[in-house]
C-alpha cells in the first residue's frame, strides 16, 4: 500500500485530488508502480518486472484508468541517490491526458521531484 501525504488542488477546473491520508494500492497507477520499480525488495508478480524495469530506465510512469474510472496520471520518482523518498504525480480527465499530453508534464515533474528531494534532505543534489 501506498498513502497519500500532500496534496494540492488547481485553482479551477476538475477537482480529482486523492485526499491526503488516503491509503492506495501500489499495483495500480502511476505513483504506485514509480515506488515499486525503485524497490529493490518488490518482488510480486504484478506489475511484471519487465513493466518496472521499464518504468526505472524511463524515469516515470503513466496510467489511464487503472485505479480510478476517467482518470489518468502521470509520476516520477522523488530520489535520494538510488534510494526513492516517494513519487510525485499529476492526474486528469483520461480523455486529455493522451501520450504527448502526458510527455509534456515528465520535465517539469522531474524538476520538482529533484527540488523536493533537495528540501528532504536539506542539500542540493
Not at 31 to 40: E, H, N, T
Not at 57 to 73: L, P
Given at each position: 500500500?501506498?498513502?497519500c501525504?500532500?496534496?494540492?488542488?488547481?485553482?479551477?477546473?476538475?477537482?480529482?485530488?486523492?485526499?491526503?491520508?488516503?491509503?492506495?494500492?501500489?499495483q495500480?497507477?502511476?505513483?504506485?508502480?514509480?515506488?515499486?520499480?525503485?524497490?529493490?525488495?518488490?518482488?510480486?508478480r504484478?506489475?511484471?518486472?519487465?513493466?518496472?524495469?521499464?518504468?526505472?530506465?524511463?524515469?516515470?510512469?503513466?496510467?489511464?484508468?487503472?485505479?480510478?474510472?476517467?482518470?489518468?496520471?502521470?509520476?516520477?520518482?522523488?530520489?535520494?541517490?538510488?534510494?526513492?523518498?516517494?513519487?510525485?504525480?499529476?492526474?486528469?480527465?483520461?480523455?486529455?491526458?493522451?501520450?504527448?499530453?502526458?510527455?509534456?508534464?515528465?520535465?517539469?515533474?522531474?524538476?520538482?521531484?529533484?527540488?523536493?528531494?533537495?528540501?528532504?534532505?536539506?542539500?542540493?543534489?
Open positions: 500500500e501506498r498513502i501525504v500532500a496534496a494540492a488542488e488547481p485553482g479551477s477546473g476538475l477537482l480529482d485530488t486523492v485526499p491526503v491520508g488516503a491509503v492506495l494500492p501500489l495500480l497507477g502511476s505513483a504506485g508502480k514509480v515506488l515499486l520499480a525503485y524497490d529493490p525488495d518488490y518482488r510480486g504484478r506489475p511484471a518486472r519487465a513493466e518496472l524495469s521499464a518504468i526505472r530506465h524511463a524515469g516515470w510512469a503513466a496510467s489511464s484508468e487503472e485505479r480510478e474510472t476517467g482518470v489518468a496520471s502521470v509520476s516520477v520518482p522523488v530520489l535520494d541517490g538510488d534510494r526513492i523518498l516517494g513519487a510525485l504525480s499529476i492526474s486528469g480527465p483520461a480523455q486529455r491526458f493522451d501520450q504527448v499530453a502526458t510527455r509534456r508534464f515528465v520535465p517539469e515533474l522531474l524538476e520538482a521531484a529533484r527540488r523536493l528531494a533537495e528540501d528532504a534532505l536539506g542539500q542540493p543534489l
